[in-house]
């Protein structure tokens, strides 16, 4: 799996945000910074 540039997270929802698809997007888990 290559991900260059927006990462494996939130690659799909930014890039689903840029092509105007997006709505609205929910999180449901939390981590520390950089798990």
Avoid: M
Avoid at 18 to 35: D, K, V
């Amino acid at each position: 799996l290559a991900t260059a540039g927006h990462g494996t997270a939130l690659g799909i929802i930014r890039s689903l945000h840029a092509e105007g698809i997006l709505e609205r997007a929910f999180c449901t888990e939390t981590r520390p910074f950089n798990q």
